[in-house]
């Protein structure tokens, strides 16, 4: 029960952080939608390999983040294209 619950605040604290959605997230991760919404609302629980490669991926994600937000000027946080990729809109 631990792990589920730990999963799901790590999920949830992930998308908080990153201003997305669980749409997005789950493409990011390629996860269906609604395996991204169970495991996020601990309504599913991962196998053991499943949580670890998840944990992986949200700290790769956290990762990328901190680093783009070191190195990104303020223009380019506001950058119409870097706006898109993180709605998912972009092609």
């Known amino acids: 029960m631990a792990q589920l619950q730990s999963i799901s ?6 998308r908080q952080i990153l201003q997305i959605s669980q749409t997005r997230l789950a493409q990011i991760m390629n996860l269906k939608t609604h395996r991204l919404s169970d ?14 490669r998840i944990r992986r991926q949200l700290s790769q994600l956290l990762r990328d983040a901190q680093w783009a937000t070191r190195n990104c000027s303020p223009v380019l946080e506001t950058d119409p294209r870097l706006r898109a990729l993180r709605e998912g809109l972009a092609c």
């Open 9 to 14: 605040h790590e999920i949830a604290r992930c």
């Open 39 to 52: 495991l996020e609302k601990a309504r599913s629980t991962p196998s053991d390999a499943e949580a670890l």
